[in-house]
């Protein structure tokens, strides 16, 4: 299911049907904001059997073997290189290799395509065998290149992809998808769409699990309590996450999130509390910006961002 995204859904079927389609595309933006569902979505649009006698942008049967394959992770056109399923912490020459050698077999059908999760998570030695793939594409290839943030990516494979952006989805839409698809009141789907903060695989973990809600409303109501905690209770909060690089990332989110409702509270009353949030906000937005990148020390930049927020 995918929530959102309709104008790069559009661009791509654009490309696609008019056949321009580049033998590589960057999808950047938050994590669970949809990027690696639109690749799939992609991949069946290519894949699919039936492909072409739909009207629907990016149309797939879903039926036939090709979609059934794809469903199920298996098909051999669709390669996959993810450093969440395989728990690495970054993409070494061996992922390159593997790359190559796939790109160089001939598609079973008429495109071989491969999926990269986080391609900011490349050594240079990878990086650099990855882009000889990138400079001599075979026709039959293409590559679907998935990062947090486009900057983290080397600008020598951003300048040969196109690329494209993904933002949270507005909490309206995000309510109307969750209460068509899942058949809840609008009450519970605006609550889960407010917890989601635009993202809609969060949204989707959610609106599946009241024990994850009231997990993430108990972590929410922790993260809004430091906004008034003295510097030695946000000392002493720094030094339980010191090894905890994904609770620091999720305690950026989740102040974030805090801030922009209050902006949006705050704002039509114009007053100044609109303006002290805003300046926290953008304060916050560049410390997470350095905190993702990868040669960032992750706990100084999270020390300094807890202590200057007041």
């Given at each position: 299911?995918?929530?959102?995204?309709?104008?790069?859904?559009?661009?791509?079927?654009?490309?696609?049907?008019?056949?321009?389609?580049?033998h590589a595309y960057l999808f950047s933006g938050?994590?669970?904001?949809?990027?690696?569902?639109?690749?799939?979505?992609?991949?069946?649009?290519?894949?699919?059997?039936?492909?072409?006698?739909?009207?629907?942008?990016?149309?797939?049967?879903?039926?036939?073997?090709?979609?059934?394959?794809?469903k199920a992770g298996?098909?051999?056109?669709?390669?996959?290189?993810?450093?969440?399923?395989?728990?690495?912490?970054l993409l070494h020459l061996e992922d390159a290799h593997h790359i190559r050698q796939h790109a160089a077999l001939s598609a079973y059908g008429k495109t071989r395509i491969f999926i990269i999760r986080d391609v900011s998570k490349i050594t240079r030695e990878a990086a650099n065998a990855f882009l000889k793939i990138l400079e001599e594409p075979r026709r039959q290839a293409l590559f679907l290149l998935l990062a947090r943030v486009a900057d983290d990516v080397l600008a020598t494979i951003r300048s040969r992809v196109w690329h494209i952006r993904f933002w949270p989805v507005s909490e309206e839409l995000l309510t109307a998808s969750i209460q068509k698809e899942y058949h809840v009141s609008w009450e519970q789907a605006a609550k889960t769409a407010r917890l989601a903060d635009g993202l809609p695989g969060i949204a989707m973990r959610l609106v599946a699990?009241?024990?994850?809600?009231?997990?993430?409303?108990?972590?929410?109501?922790?993260?809004?309590?430091?906004?008034?905690?003295?510097?030695?209770?946000?000392?002493?909060?720094?030094?339980?996450?010191?090894?905890?690089?994904?609770?620091?990332?999720?305690?950026?989110?989740?102040?974030?999130?805090?801030?922009?409702?209050?902006?949006?509270?705050?704002?039509?009353?114009?007053?100044?509390?609109?303006?002290?949030?805003?300046?926290?906000?953008?304060?916050?937005?560049?410390?997470?910006?350095?905190?993702?990148?990868?040669y960032g020390v992750k706990r100084i930049i999270f020390e300094d961002a807890l202590i200057k927020l007041s």
């Open positions: 299911m995918i929530i959102g995204h309709q104008r790069q859904i559009q661009l791509i079927d654009l490309h696609l049907r008019s056949g321009a389609m580049s938050a994590r669970h904001a949809g990027k690696m569902t639109v690749a799939k979505k992609v991949a069946a649009a290519l894949l699919c059997e039936k492909r072409g006698t739909g009207k629907d942008a990016l149309f797939s049967c879903g039926a036939c073997y090709a979609c059934r394959m794809i298996t098909h051999p056109d669709m390669v996959m290189i993810d450093t969440e399923e395989t728990r690495k912490t699990s009241a024990e994850e809600q009231t997990s993430l409303d108990k972590e929410r109501a922790r993260v809004y309590a430091l906004f008034d905690a003295s510097i030695a209770e946000r000392m002493k909060f720094a030094e339980k996450l010191r090894e905890n690089t994904d609770g620091m990332q999720k305690w950026f989110t989740e102040s974030i999130a805090i801030l922009q409702n209050k902006v949006h509270t705050h704002l039509p009353h114009r007053g100044r509390q609109a303006v002290i949030a805003a300046d926290q906000c953008r304060m916050l937005m560049e410390r997470e910006e350095q905190f993702l990148k990868p």
